[in-house]
């Protein structure tokens, strides 16, 4: 086994479990993907709450899929290193649950309203990365070099000005995802929070 890979296994079969499940949503069973979404009427109306988790493996495309974790790739790893695996499954989920809770708040009148994605996750592990590494250099596009906090802060203006549109991308999800991520791992930095 890659030594690398032993040291943060949860980022790996994080994507792993990422690529397996959207592949198998997106081109084997459309039906799983209806039945596994986050749909607000189906987890209000029937409890179906296991549609908060589900979600957040599925992707609408290759390209989200792609995005996602080539994102979580090259953070990932520094993050579960920094914060040890299980605070890190802590972030990674709490980030979920926080970017779910955000989609709930802003779309909570729209019982057909639905998303998927790791977005809210991945988005939290970004901020994470950014609250412990402030100052190094994060590649915008991959080619343009800008300090961690200067990306978090403008991640955070750019998803709460795009979420007041309407459209397909769920912002609401990135900003309570990011802000989540953001959060615990500033109250595990503190002490406050201990799962590892």
Do not use: W
Request: glycine share 10%; net charge positive.
């Amino acid at each position: 086994m890659d030594p690398f890979m032993s040291d943060t296994p949860l980022v790996y079969a994080l994507i792993a479990a990422n690529v397996l499940i959207s592949c198998y949503a997106l081109y084997v069973d459309q039906n799983f993907l209806q039945q596994s979404l986050f749909n607000i009427g189906a987890v209000v109306k029937k409890k179906q709450y296991y549609r908060i988790i589900t979600s957040g493996f599925l992707h609408g495309s290759p390209m989200h899929l792609a995005f996602n974790m080539l994102t979580l790739f090259f953070l990932g790893p520094a993050v579960e290193n920094t914060l040890g695996t299980l605070n890190f499954f802590f972030v990674y989920f709490g980030s979920q649950l926080t970017a779910i809770a955000a989609s709930y708040l802003a779309k909570r009148h729209d019982m057909n309203y639905s998303s998927i994605g790791a977005s809210g996750s991945v988005s939290g592990i970004v901020l994470s990365y950014c609250t412990f590494a402030p100052f190094s250099l994060l590649y915008f596009f991959g080619v343009i070099p800008l300090p961690a906090i200067v990306v978090a802060i403008g991640y955070i203006i750019y998803s709460m000005v795009l979420m007041r549109r309407d459209g397909k991308i769920a912002h609401e999800a990135h900003l309570g995802g990011a802000l989540g991520g953001a959060l615990i791992t500033l109250l595990l930095s503190s002490g406050l929070l201990n799962f590892g």
